[in-house]
């Protein structure tokens, strides 16, 4: 099936933080993408601001840099490169010095019929200053959309001063906070999984379900990262995009797509999780550190190796697993094991649904006892679903029980490119859907239950436990789940 293109209204996008790493790997490549597939065209501007001084046509240079390095090479050509970067122009400003604000509207139409977004990829001590630039320089319209990226604060407080300083200006209505995991088609598939079938809905409960899992690995590094060392594991992965992951399986069928049924049901979830504050933090929460390894074909730094001098010491955790519980009628006494790490074995995003035994075995004398069945929603890489299910293995030889995957890959179905998050979110923004954005209110929730997680481990003299580059994180973390009888789940495919 070929690929439906739904053009977009034209656009001003202004990219405040346009000279930063994420506009160059993401931005720039997600909205190149969309331009080159027709969903918009020269009619559009995307308006780079930052304090560098540079010219539209340096822009314009790195933006043809970040395509050649970033876009995938069968859609890079030439022609379509030379028609997008024609859209791009650039203003140095500097929003920290007022006296320094450069004026943006001989770059910014006033047609009320474009559609205008400002995209705030910078620290989040500048949102409030740029909300209010926009204001005083009367750039701020009722229709306008404000994107703010991550990080949206470090706790419940800093959040809420942000959340104030850009609300002093744009109304909830036009606030759009990216956590780019909502982007992610597998992400959005989960919703297409519970609500579009009718199969899992009846059996998505407690009564069914044994536990779920969810683990965000990857096999990259953090020391190098200045921000990270604030921030870790906990507030960098689990406030938000493992949040997010928890409400998408969690919540209820939200009597439609509109962005506020929604998140309306996603803010029930976090407001259902149960707490986990002083002792219980260190019976229900693992956190770890990578150390370095070296071996005769491998040679990898450990965090402490990768920080500069002034850091060295430091106890951020690059790894975390934790025991939720949600205490409602469909979750109650079913765990969520999280985990996410970084320099893990493997690079794999999955959720798993863990279903509960048969009630009652017929096959007395087969080879193999029956084994619960699995739901396996893989996120990246090899995006898919996997549904394990117990089979006779084909033959003679009686009856012997094997476990087998029925496997929907969609790299084998489906033949196009999967588009990256940030395509369908910048895109949104135009669009004016906030469905795959957070609320205030989820936020805040997010940080109201990772908060005493967080304290509670400052609190405590323990260090992270350590664990070797290259594994599944600290043995703290396999005794987590292993004391409730169960095992982390390996893909072996059988
Ligand atoms: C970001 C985190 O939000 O998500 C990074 O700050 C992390 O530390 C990244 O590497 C993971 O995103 P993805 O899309 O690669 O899974």
Known sequence: MSRRIIPVHPFDYVVFGATGDLAKRKL????????????????????????????????????????????????????????????LSYVSNDVTNPENWTDLAEK????????????????????????????????????????????????????????????????????????????????????????????????????????????VSESVGAGTRGYYDESGALRDMIQNHIMQLVCLVAMEPPASDEANALRDEKLKVLRSLKPIKGADVAKYTVRGQYRGVTSETTSVKGYQDELPADKKGSRTETFVALKAEIENWRWAGVPFYLRTGKRMANRVSEIVIQFRDIPHS??????????????????????????????????????????????????????????????????????????????????EAAWKWVDPIREAWDASRDAPQPYTAGTWGPTGSIALIERDGRTWHEDDDA
């Not at 009320?112 to 005083?136: D, Q, T």
């Not at 949206?152 to 906070?177: C, M, P, T, W």
């Not at 087969?366 to 619960?372: Q, Y």
């Open 108 to 215: 910014l139409r006033d047609d009320p019929k474009i559609v205008r977004a400002f995209y705030l990829a910078v620290a989040p001590n500048l949102f409030g200053p740029i909300c209010e630039y926009l204001s005083k320089k009367g750039y701020y319209r009722r229709d306008a959309r404000v994107v703010l990226e991550k990080p949206l604060g470090h706790d419940l407080e800093s959040s809420e001063a942000i959340n104030n300083e850009v609300a002093s200006i744009f109304k909830e209505d036009q606030v759009y906070r990216i956590d780019h995991y909502l982007g992610k088609e597998t992400v959005q598939n989960l919703l297409a999984l519970r609500f579009a079938n009718k199969l899992f809905e009846p059996i998505w409960n407690s009564a069914n379900i044994d536990h779920v899992q969810i683990t």
């Open 28 to 87: 720039i490549p997600a909205l190149y993408y969309r331009f080159k597939d027709g969903q918009f065209d020269e009619k559009s501007r995307i308006i780079g601001v930052s304090r560098t001084v540079w010219t539209d046509a340096e822009f314009q240079k790195v933006a043809r840099d970040s395509i050649t390095e970033f876009v995938e090479p069968e859609y890079q050509d030439k022609k379509t490169i030379d028609r997008f970067v024609s859209i």
């Open 362 to 443: 017929i096959f007395e004398h087969a080879e193999g006892a029956p084994k619960a069945n699995k739901l396996v929603i893989r996120l990246q890489p090899d995006e898919g679903v996997k549904l394990f299910l117990m089979i006779k293995d084909p033959g003679p030889g009686g009856m012997r029980l094997r476990e087998v995957p029925l496997n929907l890959s969609f790299a084998q179905t489906f033949a196009e490119r999967t588009p990256e998050a940030y395509e369908r979110l910048l895109l949104d923004v135009v669009r004016g859907s906030q469905t795959l954005f957070m609320r205030r209110d989820e936020l």
